[in-house]
């Protein structure tokens, strides 16, 4: 506003000297190379004024070509410079080293001084394989102030790829010293959490959430699988600290089944049942889990197996339709020799059009072995656990394992570990559930009695050539196989029982 009002006035002192200016009389007479001129005073100052804009032009052009020559020239190799840098990248996206490198060399000799060119030159010695000249580049970037934290950043990738992890873990905190970032922040705690060195980790997650590199909730994970961590290492010195970081970390992360599981075996090892139980309670109707209906099961170790089945019982009725409460049914029942129950909490997993996982082909044989102690069906179920889908596991970095990690054992992360199916490379039919257990029928043989008055009622030949040789050869079609009598066993020094004559009898 006050501009606008400074403007206006300045417009109008000069109105007013104009319109002075017009109303003095007077005239302007010029004679010039035998012409004579006759104006007013005011067009005269215009003509006079104006010849001097013109003359002062010409003279500061004059003067100034030799800078504006320079300028252009600078201009123009400037620009060839700028298009040399594009050609490059461009090329280096693509991955043709040879015209990254060329446009490298050329960017050097026109554009010595713009960032982009170490950059460029670092990318064409990547891809022609030269770590070296990579190196150098990077590490002359940390030499200006404009391209340090990218030259770190150059020089912490090439140390990983080169297996120094130590050098790297002293780039990354140089680079996170000066100014927090993302790929700093995580490179510095991922050395720490492989170190299994948690304060530290601690106050690396502390910095970035100061420097607002993570979220709340990202932040509160990490915090919470920590606390874990620390937790499972003072398990067994000290698990009074060990209960309290494990109510923070479920406080922070109640997904975080690991920390419920441990917290319920330790507060059951205090004695405080009915704290454990509502916590597993809690956890298990928002995501039902092994660990967790194990802990539940078991939280007495006193407990007999039918007091297990009970509450196996009561913990799945927080989840009836989730396999996992079936499947703890069917294990509780068993150890409690319930094989009714056992068999009709596992009907719906094995019925026909199901895929049953190998967790429950394992609990299908053994329920058949326990009861009936078929073989058969036991080998039958084992063959179809080793062809049906893997169950969820704890999978981190492409690696699995039964037991739950705060970190990557490949790569160090922290919170790499999740419960996830392993994938099916190749997807089989669905089979047929086996047929249910039948008893055997085995043949018994007639009694002697029975075989005896049968042999009575058939007449004995009078002499054997009465019956022809064809007949003893070829048996008749309509008679029957007798069964086959097997004398009792008898040990091999017993000649048994002795032959009792007439003659040899003694009394």
Known sequence: MFR???????????????????????????????YRI?????????VVALGAVVLWSVFRFVFNLPSLVSVSTRARKRARGHEALARGIIAAGVGDARKARKASLDAKKLAPHEPLTLLLEAQAAQLSGDRAGAERAFHAMTERPDTKLLGLRGLHAESLRRGDHDRAHQIALQAQNITPLAWSGQAVLDRYTAQNDWEAARLCVAQNIRAKLIDSEAANRQKAVL???QAIECELTDPERAI????AATKKAPDLVPATALLSRLLSRRGDFRAASKLIEAAYTKGPHPDLAKAYVEIRHGDSSADRLARAKALAKLAPNDPESAM?????ALG?????????AMAPLIASGERPTARMCLIMAELEEREHNAQGLVREWLSRGSRAPRDAVWVADGHWSKQWAPVSPVTGKLDAYRWMQPKEQLTGPVEEPPPAYEPPAL????PVEAAISRSAATPEPETKAAVSDDALRTPSPSSSPQPVIFPLPSP???PGPKREDAETRLY
Not at 336 to 344: E, G, K, L, S
């Open 227 to 229: 606390d874990t961590a």
């Open 244 to 247: 309290k970081l494990l109510r």
């Open 443 to 446: 043949e018994v043989a007639p």
């Open 336 to 344: 409690a020799r319930d094989f009714a129950v056992a068999r009709d």
């Open 38 to 46: 006759d104006t007013s005073p005011l067009v005269g100052l215009g």
């Open 492 to 494: 091999p020094d017993d």
């Open 328 to 332: 703890m049914i069917a294990t509780a």
């Open 4 to 34: 606008i009002l400074v403007f206006l006035f300045v417009i109008g002192v000069v109105a007013l000297g104009l319109g002075v200016l017009i109303e003095q009389p007077g005239s302007l007479s010029l004679t010039w190379f035998g």
